[in-house]
Antibody
Framework: EVQLVETGGGLVQPGGSLRLSCAAS????????LSWVRRAPGKGLEWVSS????????YYADSVKGRLTISRDNSKNTVYLQMESLRVEDTAIYYC???????????WGQGSLVTVSP | QPVVTQPSSASAALGSSVTLTCTLT???????VAWHQQQPGKAPRYLMK???????NKGGGVPDRFSGSSSGADRSLTISNVQFEDEADYYC???????FGGGTRLTVL
């Protein structure tokens, strides 16, 4: 059974930092890209970042480029999202999502709430 | 990159059928999409991938009441015999997960 478990969310002040983790199980970790997708209050789903199975390729939404960094540790079956220079508009539930192998999400984590507030 | 357009809301009577549509624009009408359901207070759930051909592949445990179809730039999700638990936000996704539609909120009457 595929499982994606996010941890690391919380309350942080504007300009602060946070690191989200997503522990994965139930599939061959290195074979699949993983993404972070967020949902801000009152808004829809928004793609944030993706990383290839090997970790050699990373992709970012323009809204987070230069502030958020995605990485993965294939020895720990874990993907990370390092968040720097956080803004109020980064407040959202952040979901870890697994790619099915053809560029579409087939599994989601339960989400981790990040609140950026003075 | 493609733009995906979805109606912001839809409604359906209990036991009826409803079709939700996402439209691919920006010269990308040949792309496939994936549909996801997000019930209130829950994480999103993958429903199916709908191809340009109209073929669709559902995720595990998705009821038979859910089906997909395609016509031109439209990729559709049809729910038959709508149930109260189908009340949710429905999103389509494309282009290596980097594009999501704005979502359609389905209300069951």
């Amino acid at each position: 059974e595929v499982q994606l478990v996010e941890t690391g969310g919380g309350l942080v002040q504007p300009g602060g930092s946070l690191r989200l983790s997503c522990a994965a199980s139930g599939f061959i970790f290195t074979r699949f890209a993983l993404s972070w997708v967020r949902r801000a209050p009152g808004k829809g789903l928004e793609w944030v970042s993706s990383i290839s199975g090997s970790g050699s390729s990373t992709y970012y939404a323009d809204s987070v480029k230069g502030r958020l960094t995605i990485s993965r540790d294939n020895s720990k079956n874990t993907v990370y999202l390092q968040m720097e220079s956080l803004r109020v508009e980064d407040t959202a539930i952040y979901y870890c999502a697994k790619d099915m192998g053809s560029g579409y999400v087939d599994y989601w984590g339960q989400g981790s709430l990040v609140t950026v507030s003075p | 990159q493609p733009v995906v357009t979805q109606p912001s809301s839809a409604s359906a009577a209990l036991g009826s059928s409803v079709t939700l549509t996402c439209t691919l624009t920006g010269g990308h009408s040949d792309y496939n999409v994936a549909w996801h359901q997000q019930q209130p207070g829950k994480a999103p759930r993958y429903l199916m991938k709908v191809e340009r051909s109209g073929n669709y592949n559902k995720g595990g445990g998705v009821p038979d009441r859910f089906s997909g179809s395609s016509s031109g730039a439209d990729r559709s999700l049809t729910i038959s015999n709508v149930q109260f638990e189908d009340e949710a936000d429905y999103y389509c996704e494309t282009w290596n997960s980097q594009v999501f539609g704005g979502g359609t909120r389905l209300t069951v009457l």
